[in-house]
Every structure is written in structure tokens, then in C-alpha cells.
């Protein structure tokens, strides 16, 4: 018999399968009282040397490179910070016949958060698009996304955020914006060690959002959220993130090829311009929302696996584009986009 594989184009990423079973562990054996004060002192920290290596891994020198290319990065920042958020905030509709308050607040973040980095690097790459651009695109997302997450969140989601207030901001700065900083700032001295141990760092990275998964179901288990959430309104929340996404993707897409565009950019627009960051986002709702947090990162935990499951399909479709598709042939430039992506530690995961 033929060993049975999961079909390679429909990824199920490791790292959501491990995010799934921290929400099975936190539902049967929550953290309480004197362990729960424990876990959200460890959670804080491990969220502020997350972004500590955010910011010591991000390329000045780079960064100031794809300022180069400002139209294709104008775009991108546009649909991550206003077209998503005006999609989110015309969702509001939906409320309560098909979502219900907590679930559409987790809903309306899921817009406000910043676009992946490596997964978008890495599906533009499959499909033969524009890199470097992507690169670029994805950083420059997540820098952005550091002020704008908390500033639309607090505009857009008030004190109803279940849980949310403007004091949330001042957190951010503390907890993430001041890190990130700090590893931007000592770059020059740890660069060269961050790079190194990339791998090993990346591990810190993941179990660090792991814990602030854990301390967010836990906290939500002890105060009997989940009580509100029933297999419909799940199958319900799924339907409209796929009608997100869709909507997303042929925008990003035909609205590049509209605003003049070429095939390699048109790429890295849509894969970066479609997208939702899980590890930016996770740390983030787990300041804004506190105690609420659990239900705010659901529908951003259903939203990354689609789009890593159909923006995977696009890209090997993407790939047998014919070499003079509109008029260019990105794979003349693969040494270059290679060393890129090498430098950059790409791979389609937990972005």
C-alpha cells in the first residue's frame, strides 16, 4: 500500500497543530490563582523579548533599500491598515445574527493586525514574483503595525473590545515598542549572533507565543467565555473569513494590474497584502484584550490557517505562469532572490 500523505498543496502547518493542542491543554488544566500569576508575569516578559528580537533582527540597511520601491509598499500598507479594516468594520452587520459581539471583536482585530513576513517571502518565491519586494513589504508591515495595531484597535474597538481601553496603548509602548527599540538599537552589537542562531531563536519565538496562548485560554477557561461560542457560530465565523479572503485576494491582485503594476509585483502584493501575522497579532491581543483575550485570537488562529492553506494552492498555480506572462521573467532574477531569502530565514510558517 501507497504510504498516505497529506496533499502538499494544502498545508497544515505544525505550528497550528501545536497552537491547538496548548488551547486542548489550557481547557483541561487551566492555570490558576498562584500558577496563573506565574504564567502572566512569564508571558509578559516572553512577549517583550519577542519583539526584542523582532527589532534586533530587522535590517536597517534593507529597510531603507525597499524605500526604493515606495508605490508597491504604499499599497501593501494600505490594504493591511485601511481596506482589511473597512471590510471589518462593514462585518459589523453580521452582528449578532451570524457573529456575536466577543467573536466580532475578535473578528475586527483580526483586520487590524499587520501582514506575515516569512510566509509571504516564501509564497512570492514559489510563485516567481518579486522577493526582495516582498521582503520589504512584510518588514515594513510589521514595523508599521507596532503603532497602527494599537491605534486603529483603540479607535475602532474603544472600551466594547471586551476588555480593551486606551490604557492598552501605553502598554504596547511598554511591552513592545520600547523592546523592539532596544534590539533595533543594540542590532549592531547582536546582529551578527541573532543571525547564527536564527533556528534556535526561531524555537524561543514559537514556544514564546505558546505560553501567552496557554495564559489567554487559561484565563478565558477559569471565566467561562467559551460558554458563548457553539459549533454554529464557529462554522459561521469561518464562512465570513473565507469571504475575507476571497475578497482579499482578487482585490489585491486585479487592483495591482489596475494601478500599473507587473506580474513579479502584482505577486508580492497579494501574498504580502492578503495576509494576517499570528505571531504579531497573538502578543499583541494578549495586551489589548487581557482576561478576554482567548476569544479576540480565535478568529486570527482560523484566519492564518486558511490563508496559509489557500494561498499555498495560488502560488504553485502562480508558478506555471508562462515566463513572458506580462512581459517579464522573474526567474532570471532567482540567484539574487535566493540570497534574499536565505538572509531573511524564510519558510511558510507561523508569520
Same mark, same amino acid.
Not at 471565566?223 to 462554522?235: A, M
Given at each position: 500500500m501507497k504510504r498516505l500523505k497529506w496533499p502538499s498543496w494544502m498545508p497544515v502547518d505544525p505550528y497550528i497543530v501545536a497552537l491547538l493542542a496548548i488551547v486542548g491543554?489550557?481547557?483541561l488544566a487551566p492555570a490558576r490563582g498562584t500558577a496563573a500569576d506565574v504564567a502572566s508575569g512569564a508571558s509578559t516578559a516572553a512577549v517583550s523579548f519577542l519583539f526584542f528580537l523582532y527589532g534586533a533582527r530587522l535590517s536597517t540597511r534593507e529597510a531603507l533599500d525597499g524605500l526604493k520601491h515606495?508605490?508597491?509598499?504604499?499599497?501593501?500598507l494600505a490594504c493591511t491598515f485601511l481596506v482589511f479594516p473597512l471590510l471589518g468594520l462593514a462585518a459589523k452587520g453580521l452582528v449578532p445574527y451570524v457573529l456575536?459581539?466577543?467573536?466580532y471583536s475578535g473578528f475586527l482585530?483580526?483586520?487590524?493586525?499587520?501582514?506575515?513576513?516569512?510566509?509571504?517571502?516564501?509564497?512570492?518565491?514559489?510563485?516567481?514574483?518579486?522577493?526582495?519586494?516582498?521582503?520589504?513589504?512584510?518588514?515594513?508591515s510589521s514595523l508599521a503595525g507596532i503603532l497602527l495595531t494599537p491605534?486603529?484597535? !483603540?479607535?475602532?474597538? %474603544?472600551?466594547?473590545? *471586551?476588555?480593551? @481601553?486606551?490604557?492598552?496603548?501605553?502598554?504596547?509602548?511598554?511591552?513592545?515598542?520600547?523592546?523592539?527599540?532596544?534590539?533595533?538599537?543594540?542590532?549592531?552589537?547582536?546582529?551578527?549572533?541573532?543571525?547564527?542562531?536564527?533556528?534556535?531563536l526561531g524555537y524561543v519565538d514559537r514556544g514564546s507565543i505558546l505560553l501567552v496562548v496557554y495564559? !489567554?485560554?487559561?484565563? %478565558?477557561m477559569v471565566? *467561562?467565555?467559551? @460558554?458563548?461560542?457553539?459549533?454554529?457560530?464557529?462554522?459561521a465565523l469561518l464562512g465570513v473569513e473565507a469571504v475575507l479572503l476571497t475578497v482579499m485576494l482578487t482585490l489585491t491582485w486585479y487592483g495591482a494590474k489596475r494601478l500599473g503594476f507587473g506580474r513579479g509585483d502584482r505577486v508580492a502584493i497579494q501574498f504580502a497584502g492578503s495576509k494576517k501575522s499570528l505571531a504579531a497579532g497573538l502578543p499583541m491581543a494578549s495586551v489589548l484584550f487581557g482576561a478576554h483575550a482567548s476569544l479576540a485570537v480565535l478568529p486570527l488562529m482560523l484566519f492564518h490557517q486558511m490563508q496559509l492553506m489557500?494561498?499555498?494552492?495560488?502560488?504553485?498555480?502562480?508558478?506555471?505562469?508562462?515566463?513572458?506572462f506580462d512581459g517579464e521573467d522573474w526567474l532570471s532574477a532567482a540567484p539574487q532572490a535566493a540570497a534574499s531569502r536565505t538572509a531573511a530565514g524564510t519558510a511558510p510558517r507561523s508569520g
Open positions: 491543554i489550557a481547557a515606495w508605490r508597491l509598499h504604499v499599497t501593501v456575536t459581539p466577543a467573536l482585530f483580526l483586520t487590524l493586525v499587520p501582514s506575515t513576513i516569512q510566509s509571504s517571502i516564501a509564497f512570492t518565491s514559489i510563485a516567481r514574483g518579486n522577493v526582495p519586494a516582498a521582503i520589504c513589504a512584510g518588514s515594513f491605534l486603529l484597535a !483603540a479607535a475602532l474597538l %474603544g472600551s466594547g473590545g *471586551g476588555g480593551f @481601553s486606551a490604557d492598552s496603548v501605553v502598554k504596547i509602548v511598554l511591552q513592545l515598542l520600547v523592546p523592539f527599540v532596544v534590539g533595533q538599537l543594540l542590532r549592531r552589537w547582536i546582529g551578527g549572533f541573532v543571525t547564527r542562531h536564527k533556528k534556535v495564559t !489567554a485560554f487559561s484565563q %478565558g471565566q *467561562g467565555i467559551w @460558554s458563548q461560542v457553539t459549533p454554529w457560530r464557529l462554522l489557500v494561498c499555498a494552492v495560488i502560488a504553485k498555480r502562480r508558478s506555471r505562469d508562462p515566463r513572458d
